[in-house]
C-alpha cells in the first residue's frame, strides 16, 4: 500500500483560501486514483473529489463545484486540493485516499479506496 500524508489544513475566515497537499511514499501515485474526502464532528466522511491516474478527469461533489480544483502531480508524488471562496460547513477533517480500481474512480465510496491519510483540519470562522 502506499503512505499518504497531507498537510495544509488550518483556520480561515470564510471567503478565504486554503491548498491542501497530500504527499505519497512507498509506492507511486501514478498507479492510483485519487481522492479527497471530509468528516465534519457528528457527520459521515464524505467524498470531496477524484482525479484519474493521468489527471485527465475529475469529479466533484456538488457542493464544491467551482471553488475547489483537484489536480496532482506524479513526478512529485503529490495531489493537491485547491479551495477557495470557504463556508463555514467546509470546516472538517480532510483525508486524501488512494484506489487502483476503475470502479473506485466511478462511485467515489470510501470502501473502494485502501490507502488513507491521517487527515487534516480544516476550520472555516463565519
Known amino acids: 500500500q502506499v503512505q499518504l500524508v497531507e498537510s495544509g489544513g488550518g483556520l480561515v475566515q470564510a471567503g478565504g483560501s486554503l491548498r491542501l497537499s497530500c504527499a505519497a511514499s512507498?509506492?507511486?501515485?501514478?498507479?492510483?486514483?485519487l481522492a479527497w474526502f471530509r468528516q465534519a464532528p457528528g457527520k459521515e466522511r464524505e467524498f470531496v473529489a477524484a482525479?484519474?491516474?493521468?489527471?485527465?478527469?475529475?469529479y466533484y461533489r456538488d457542493s464544491v463545484k467551482g471553488r475547489f480544483t483537484i489536480s496532482r502531480d506524479n513526478v512529485k508524488n503529490t495531489v493537491y486540493l485547491q479551495m477557495i471562496s470557504l463556508k463555514p460547513e467546509d470546516t472538517a477533517v480532510y483525508y486524501c485516499?488512494?484506489?487502483?480500481?476503475?470502479?473506485?474512480?466511478?462511485?467515489?465510496?470510501?470502501?473502494?479506496?485502501?490507502?488513507w491519510g491521517q487527515g487534516t483540519q480544516v476550520t472555516v470562522s463565519p
Open positions: 485516499a488512494a484506489a487502483n480500481t476503475f470502479r473506485a474512480l466511478q462511485r467515489h465510496e470510501e470502501t473502494d479506496f485502501g490507502s
Open positions: 512507498g509506492r507511486t501515485l501514478s498507479n492510483y486514483v
Open positions: 482525479i484519474s491516474w493521468g489527471g485527465g478527469s475529475t
